[in-house]
């Protein structure tokens, strides 16, 4: 039986002990409090499987495998699916968000290759199994035109290629270096891309590069993407490492050379395909968009002149400011000036790892209201007014007016003709909003 198996044994039974003590909520599986920890929680209905530290004075940041809200006790997901669902951060993967589903916390600072590398981490140490230190993965479409020459700039952040061959015998090993831009061609990047070598050749569970045996193995068992040659099989894998990504061309025959091996530079790399990205879907940059939030809105729009070289703008609009700018009484050609200086705002730049997704959500979601027109500050100022108030009027002609789940005031002798007017005038009143400019209008 693995030991990924009988880690989720021991957090599947660590389930059923919490959830019969009315004391003690959390159950850590290693018996401490450190910050390299699995913690299961169950605390009135609300079960959770923590990874990492959950506390609020650590630097490290935590996930929850599963995350919970529910009336039957004990319904943490079965021995087998939290084996699964291990393995997958074991892996260094992202696993999806949502109800009963994995939950990310962090600071902020880190990185998301940064995060899931520590979580894959904690979640090794704690099975007992070694974490691999570099994943050999399968490359995608998109991957293949950076082994060709057209590629090969700093613009993309391509740093060189190491072309090697196992000789006549097949377990030799020849390598040429050519290199493709002195100035990202550090010290450190040298050091890792040694170190790659000796790893995909000696210590890897895939040792590609061992030999042409083992390198057809791995090819015809573990298939990379698959090149579009017609007088080869060619496969191509790519490893990617907190700073450089590197595409490996296999071919197991011996009529050529056996791999290549092309280095690119993380950051110049992202940057590039962001800014092809960018370029794709040029028609809809000029969008701005307004989600719902549970608070409020969320303005959103593509800043193309940014010293960053283009930016998503998220812009965090609470009800309370929108009701701050009806009590100034700011005209349309101020109100989104102000709640621009008033509310939360925070950047996502391109060739950031939170860049593509983020884009791709802002080119694909449908959002609430689009474009900082007037007819979009009425229907903000509607949406913040109705979320946030609501009224009852019972039989003897009482109105109740409510302010989320307190009672701002009530109102007598209110027909079924005027309630909405009233209610209105109410909550205004009570805002310090004065309706007169609305009504000599009218």
Not at 74 to 103: C, D, F, M, Q, W
Not at 227 to 233: C, E, G, H, I, Y
Not at 394 to 401: A, E, G, L, P, R
């Amino acid at each position: 039986m693995s030991k990924i198996y009988e880690l989720a044994k021991k957090i599947k039974e660590a389930g059923r002990i919490i959830a019969k003590d009315d004391i003690d909520k959390n159950y850590y599986i290693n018996g401490d409090r450190s910050d390299d920890t699995i913690i299961v929680t169950s605390d009135s209905g609300y079960e959770a499987i923590y990874i990492g530290s959950i506390f609020s004075d650590s630097k490290k940041d935590y996930m929850c495998l599963y995350t919970n809200n529910t009336s039957k006790r004990n319904s943490y997901p079965s021995t087998k699916e939290i084996a699964r669902l291990l393995a997958l951060v074991a892996k260094g993967e992202k696993l999806p968000e949502g109800e009963g589903k994995a939950a990310y916390f962090h600071s902020g600072k880190d990185d998301l290759q940064k995060q899931l590398k520590y979580f894959a981490d904690v979640v090794c140490k704690m099975a007992g199994i070694e974490n691999p230190k570099y994943k050999l993965e399968a490359a995608i479409a998109e991957d293949e035109k950076y082994i060709y020459r057209a590629s090969h700039n700093a613009e993309c952040g391509y740093i060189g290629n190491l072309r090697g061959d196992f000789g006549k015998s097949g377990t030799e090993y020849w390598t040429t270096w050519h290199n493709g831009n002195d100035a990202l061609n550090t010290i450190e990047f040298r050091t890792e891309f040694d170190e790659l070598q000796r790893y995909l050749k000696e210590q890897s569970p895939v040792p590609v590069l061992k030999d042409r045996a083992t390198m057809r193995y791995i090819c015809e068992l573990n298939r990379g993407f698959k090149l579009t040659d017609k007088f080869a099989d060619m496969y191509l894998y790519k490893v990617v490492t907190e700073k450089y990504t590197y595409f490996i061309r296999c071919f197991y025959g011996i009529s050529d050379y056996n791999f290549y091996i092309f280095a690119y530079n993380n950051e110049k790399l992202r940057k590039y395909r962001d800014s092809l990205l960018v370029e794709k879907y040029s028609d809809v940059l000029d969008k701005e968009k307004f989600f719902k939030t549970d608070n409020g809105f969320t303005y959103v729009y593509y800043n193309p002149d940014a010293t960053a070289g283009g930016q998503l703008v998220y812009n965090e609009i609470s009800r309370g400011i929108i009701w701050d700018v009806l009590a100034e009484d700011i005209s349309f050609g101020s109100f989104f000036e102000y709640l621009g200086s008033a509310c939360n705002q925070y950047l996502v730049d391109i060739g950031t790892e939170d860049f593509h997704d983020s884009f791709m959500n802002f080119v694909n979601d449908e959002a609430e209201f689009e474009g900082c027109s007037e007819t979009t500050m009425h229907l903000l100022e509607e949406a913040a007014y109705s979320d946030l108030y609501s009224y009852s009027v019972d039989d003897n002609k009482v109105m109740t007016v409510m302010e989320g789940c307190s009672i701002l005031c009530t109102i007598s002798d209110v027909s079924e003709e005027t309630a909405e007017d009233m209610f209105r005038e109410a909550v205004f009143e009570m805002r310090g909003i004065s309706l007169d400019d609305e009504d000599t209008e009218e």
